[in-house]
């Protein structure tokens, strides 16, 4: 998977600075991850990956390290 | 009049017959690339090469349960295989069982909410994702006259179509901002199979309360949905439309 690509997701959905964008990061850890932000990085990770995700792996998405086992089944 | 709805992908659910299959048709015929939903892949192939004599390979079907929640998602992965482009969903997938309250099965109320409520929020998951990657779009969502004002011995069925308007106001606020558009049509008493079950007694009882003095066709309900499928509706959203010969004034 292209890191740099997911990395870049996260920063544009969620208008964040790319340091922060580390596999601790949480949903609804920080103001500007909120549900609103997440439906953006969903829009966001469909585009950039060309994939369609389950509506329980988007629930299911609560970190960034989740986003990229998620996003890696969707890719291999 | 210019087709109305060139280049535009359209999924149809319960497509196979009555107001889906009327719907199915004149949105083929105004240009859209159509896919058929239904639950029986016999009929909706049918339909498909029926469809595509008359107007190209601008028809698909994809056969799935919309009740079915893992049977969406596969739906719609099969749809993304297809195109990654979603413009306009027509929930139209609904069963109708009469019964009095007390003879109802818990059975049939799940089954009932499954089908007609349950579905519209399955499928706009999927939808609505698919729509604002491309700018936006428009859900119809099949309600019912018997959602609006009740009908004895519809209990769950008008309860389970009101539901339907209510995820229609809700659904039409939440994505505003992505530039989909949700609405609802509440046909009246339409000449389909779905309405054969009523008794002759009941059947002239409810033609006595129509101003216009008969049944709607499903073709009526059609041309409301390529009005609301098509730009001159793009600054309709939230609304509920009677398609029912004056039942209700």
């Known amino acids: ?76 | 009049m210019n087709q109305m709805l060139v280049d535009k992908h359209v999924l149809i659910t319960g497509a196979s017959r009555g107001i889906g299959r009327a719907i199915a048709a004149t949105f083929a015929a105004q240009g859209a690339t159509v896919y058929l939903n239904g639950r029986d892949e016999s009929s909706l192939k049918a339909l498909e090469n029926e469809l595509k004599q008359l107007y190209g390979d601008r028809v698909h079907s994809l056969a799935f349960d919309v009740s079915d929640a893992k049977q969406v998602k596969q739906g719609f992965q099969a749809l993304f295989k297809l195109t990654k482009t979603l413009d306009v969903l027509v929930n139209n997938a609904g069963i109708l069982e009469h019964s009095l309250v007390g003879m109802v099965s818990a059975e049939q109320i799940q089954q009932t909410f499954a089908s007609n409520s349950f579905s519209v929020i399955y499928t706009s998951q999927y939808a609505s994702r698919l729509m604002a990657r491309n700018g936006g779009g428009s859900i119809i969502n099949m309600a019912s006259i018997i959602g609006c004002v009740g009908s004895s011995g519809d209990s769950v069925y008008g309860g389970s179509k009101a539901a339907v308007i209510g995820i229609t106001k809700s659904l039409a606020k939440e994505l505003a901002a992505t530039q989909i558009r949700v609405n609802a049509i509440a046909p009246g008493f339409i000449d389909t199979q779905m309405n054969e079950s009523l008794s002759v007694d009941k059947q002239n009882q409810t033609l006595q309360s129509i101003a216009m003095g008969r049944k709607g066709t499903p073709q009526d309900v059609a041309n409301t949905a390529l009005f609301l499928a098509s730009d001159l509706a793009q600054y309709v959203t939230g609304q509920t439309i009677g398609v029912d010969g004056g039942m209700l004034i």
Do not use: R
């Open chain 1, 1 to 76: 998977m292209n890191q740099e690509k997911l990395i870049q997701c996260f920063v544009s959905a969620l208008a964040i600075d790319g340091a922060l964008v580390t596999d601790e990061l949480k949903y609804n850890s920080i103001p500007q991850w909120d549900s609103t932000a997440h439906m953006m990085l969903v829009a966001e990770l469909e585009a950039e990956f060309d994939v369609m995700l389950d509506t329980d792996d988007i629930i299911d998405m609560s970190s960034v390290a989740k986003a990229k086992t998620i996003l890696a089944k969707y890719l291999d």
